[in-house]
């Protein structure tokens, strides 16, 4: 079940939880966000966030295809039943009272619940893929922009040779 973004004031603590194959992943507010103090990690790390939520995207959109065929299947198998328990009764029914009937079905209900949360999970990690790819664009034009700055005051080489470094650093660790 999907619940509202969590939020105590604080953006750092906005979370939104969405499951995908019986795993919750929880996106923060953050996620989006540049850190200008660590541009190293950003270009990093952006990326892989792309490509892993990109991947949890599609693995949401064949979860929501998945809960659309339990629902027709629930509806078909519900209305099948229906029909079948009249026959044994001798009761006349419509096709209205049996769609009716299939809506009031706790089975049915259940089914279309879980579909309703996969179109949102599928929704909030589209957004989050999106909102990622917008954020490594951006860090590419910074990027680029500060190593055309560099460049043009005869830093360029210190650029390449710190991010170099800071690269070292992390792989090291």
């Known amino acids: 079940m999907p619940r509202e973004p969590v939020s105590n004031g604080d953006a750092a603590s906005d979370v939104a939880r969405v499951s995908i194959e019986g795993r919750t992943i929880e996106i923060t507010r953050t996620l989006g966000e540049i850190n200008f103090d660590n541009l190293t990690k950003e270009v990093q790390e952006a990326g892989g966030q792309v490509v892993w939520y990109g991947t949890l995207a599609a693995r ?4 929501q295809r ?17 029909r079948r328990e009249a026959a ?5 029914t419509t096709e209205r009272s049996i769609e009716e009937n299939v809506l009031l ?7 279309e619940s879980a579909l309703i949360d996969a179109e949102e999970h599928a929704m909030i990690l589209t957004a989050v893929q999106r909102a990622l790819e917008e954020k490594q664009r951006t860090l590419r034009m910074i990027v680029g922009t500060l190593a055309r700055e560099l460049d043009a005051s005869g830093g ?7 991010m170099r470094q800071k690269f070292r650093e992390r792989d090291d660790t």
């Open 156 to 162: 360029a080489e210190s650029l390449r040779e710190t």
């Open 66 to 82: 998945r809960r659309k065929i339990q629902l027709e299947i629930a509806r078909a198998e519900v209305s099948k039943d229906l």
């Open 88 to 92: 044994r009764l001798g009761e006349k």
């Open 60 to 63: 949401a959109y064949s979860q």
């Open 105 to 111: 079905n706790d089975r049915v209900q259940n089914v």
